[in-house]
């Protein structure tokens, strides 16, 4: 019995030994990853942060230290991890959840994120959260919160341009174009260099209608840089043909009109453009390839009916309407309309 109690004595010693070297050697090394930080040697600080937390698992401050030595490497991802071993070892910790609330962020954990920036404003940070937490709802299509969070983001950083721009993505997605716009310009106030801003800008405005506003956001980005693509082109070119600046219209829909050559809308378009401004045979040239795509196409057919007859050739028209209303019956309200003051 005295030898078994010898042995326990031995044995003991030998883990309280073990365990007292681990915890120096987790000590040492933890001491050479601040020097190397202190240095600005942040993957050698990184290989000695970890190598205190191989021989203490549990010691937080090194979790802690290594997850900032990636943070300064940009390796968001694997800092996360580290801030995440380290929340249950120490969870009122403020630099660890300030950390996991923007690492999330970074990382597209939006709802982590959310959950560590209001866990972190409970624990009384200093940090401006509320952006992270309005764009993170949004991002979750909560808009209504997002907006709820703008507003306290707004107070907390009112010359932030990304604030009333998240704002006028959440009232966007919801369809409330006036507000919408608002937001955007407040947004492009602030910062005057975003020209997909801009774009969208004009987007929204060309929703309202507000064709005008429209033109002149498209017209801004384009002249800040925005590539003039057939979106571009094509929007901008509505705008104006909506406006009945038919010339300005036919330039830019005719550009997009030679790499698209087959887009029925676009053509459809164009040749409305035509028919406005009284080129009909114009219209009339560009609708017969709207059929040449389509050849079922009664509404076509029925433009082409009218467009001859502004040319003068009404017997010849007259019969392309009444051809086209065999074909779809619904063009008879048309008819009626086209009859009426202010009709084409």
């Given at each position: 019995?005295l030898?078994?109690?010898?042995?326990?004595?031995?044995?003991?010693?030998?883990?309280c030994?073990?365990?007292?070297?681990q915890?120096d050697?987790?000590?040492?090394y933890?001491?050479?990853g601040?020097?190397?930080?202190?240095?600005?040697?942040?993957?050698?600080?990184?290989?000695?942060?970890?190598?205190?937390?191989?021989f203490?698992p549990?010691?937080?401050?090194?979790?802690v230290?290594l997850?900032?030595?990636?943070?300064?490497?940009?390796?968001?991802?694997?800092?996360?991890e580290?801030?995440?071993k380290?929340?249950?070892?120490?969870p009122?910790?403020?630099?660890?959840i300030?950390?996991?609330?923007?690492?999330?962020?970074?990382?597209?954990?939006?709802?982590?994120?959310?959950?560590?920036?209001?866990?972190?404003?409970?624990?009384?940070?200093?940090?401006?959260?509320?952006?992270?937490?309005?764009?993170?709802?949004?991002?979750?299509e909560?808009y209504?919160?997002?907006?709820?969070?703008?507003e306290?983001?707004?107070?907390?950083?009112?010359?932030?341009?990304?604030?009333?721009?998240?704002?006028?993505?959440?009232?966007l997605?919801?369809?409330?174009?006036?507000?919408?716009?608002?937001c955007?310009?407040q947004?492009?106030?602030?910062?005057?260099?975003?020209?997909?801003?801009?774009?969208?800008?004009?987007?929204?405005?060309y929703?309202?209608?507000?064709?005008?506003?429209?033109?002149?956001?498209?017209?801004?980005?384009?002249?800040?840089?925005?590539?003039?693509?057939?979106?571009?082109?094509?929007?901008?070119?509505?705008a104006?043909?909506?406006?009945k600046?038919?010339?300005?219209?036919?330039?830019?829909?005719?550009?997009?009109?030679?790499?698209?050559?087959?887009d029925?809308?676009?053509?459809?378009n164009?040749?409305?453009?035509y028919?406005?401004?009284?080129?009909?045979?114009?219209?009339?040239?560009?609708?017969?390839?709207?059929?040449?795509?389509?050849?079922?196409?009664?509404?076509a057919?029925?433009?082409?009916?009218?467009?001859?007859?502004?040319k003068?050739e009404?017997?010849k028209?007259?019969?392309?309407c009444?051809?086209?209303?065999?074909?779809?019956?619904?063009?008879?309200?048309?008819?009626?309309?086209?009859?009426?003051?202010?009709?084409f």
């Amino acid at each position: 019995m005295l030898k078994n109690l010898v042995k326990l004595l031995i044995g003991s010693t030998l883990l309280c030994n073990i365990a007292r070297a681990q915890a120096d050697s987790a000590d040492f090394y933890h001491q050479k990853g601040l020097e190397e930080k202190q240095a600005h040697r942040f993957r050698e600080a990184e290989k000695n942060f970890a190598k205190a937390v191989q021989f203490s698992p549990k010691k937080s401050e090194s979790l802690v230290e290594l997850g900032n030595s990636l943070v300064e490497q940009n390796r968001y991802l694997e800092a996360r991890e580290q801030f995440l071993k380290a929340e249950p070892l120490d969870p009122n910790n403020l630099v660890v959840i300030d950390n996991l609330a923007t690492l999330s962020y970074n990382t597209r954990k939006w709802a982590d994120a959310v959950k560590y920036a209001q866990k972190a404003q409970q624990l009384k940070s200093t940090r401006q959260l509320q952006f992270i937490i309005a764009k993170s709802y949004y991002e979750q299509e909560n808009y209504g919160e997002s907006l709820k969070y703008c507003e306290l983001a707004f107070k907390e950083e009112p010359r932030r341009a990304e604030i009333p721009y998240i704002a006028g993505r959440c009232f966007l997605e919801m369809s409330n174009y006036k507000r919408a716009a608002g937001c955007y310009e407040q947004a492009i106030e602030r910062d005057s260099t975003k020209t997909n801003w801009m774009f969208e800008a004009g987007m929204v405005f060309y929703s309202i209608p507000d064709d005008k506003k429209a033109i002149e956001w498209f017209e801004r980005a384009g002249a800040k840089g925005y590539p003039r693509n057939n979106e571009y082109l094509e929007n901008l070119g509505n705008a104006y043909l909506n406006i009945k600046e038919y010339d300005k219209a036919l330039s830019l829909l005719e550009e997009v009109l030679k790499r698209k050559p087959a887009d029925i809308e676009l053509l459809y378009n164009v040749a409305d453009a035509y028919y406005r401004n009284g080129k009909y045979q114009n219209a009339i040239d560009t609708w017969d390839k709207v059929i040449a795509v389509d050849k079922k196409n009664a509404d076509a057919l029925y433009m082409i009916g009218l467009a001859y007859q502004k040319k003068g050739e009404k017997e010849k028209g007259i019969q392309l309407c009444e051809k086209a209303i065999e074909m779809d019956p619904s063009l008879k309200e048309k008819k009626q309309e086209k009859k009426m003051p202010g009709g084409f």
